[in-house]
């Protein structure tokens, strides 16, 4: 099994930042895929970032140049810094871990809050 557990969240003003980290245990199978998702109140959830066993890496349109997803594979643990944060990037941000290929294989924390307001 494996537990993710998020930090990082906060409020801050628009034009701001703030780094999340996402601390992974337990038995992690390789290749994998690790990723941040939001939730905004009243919207679905959506895939913000990731990054995949090899290096790759994934981003949403409306983050590309602003957010930047970084993995530090000696402690298992994962970043997302955000600059020039806006008020639409309000939500809960969400860690994942997913085994490729093995779509029984994919583990979510339980999220931390992200406000952008003045």
């Known amino acids: 099994q494996v537990q993710l557990v998020e930090s990082g969240g906060g409020l801050v003003q628009p034009g701001g930042s703030l780094r999340l980290s996402c601390a992974a245990s337990?038995?992690?199978?390789?290749?994998?895929?690790m990723g941040w998702f939001r939730q905004a109140p009243g919207k679905q959830r959506e895939a913000v970032a990731s990054?995949?066993?090899?290096?790759?890496?994934e981003y949403a349109d409306s983050v590309k140049g602003r957010f930047t997803i970084s993995r530090n594979n000696g402690n298992n643990t994962l970043y997302l810094q955000m600059n020039s944060l806006k008020p639409e990037d309000t939500a809960v941000y969400y860690c994942n871990l997913r085994v490729l290929r093995r779509s029984d294989m994919s583990y979510w924390g339980k999220g931390t809050q992200v406000t952008a307001s003045s």
């Open positions: 337990g038995i992690i199978f390789t290749p994998n895929a």
């Open positions: 990054l995949f066993t090899g290096g790759r890496t």
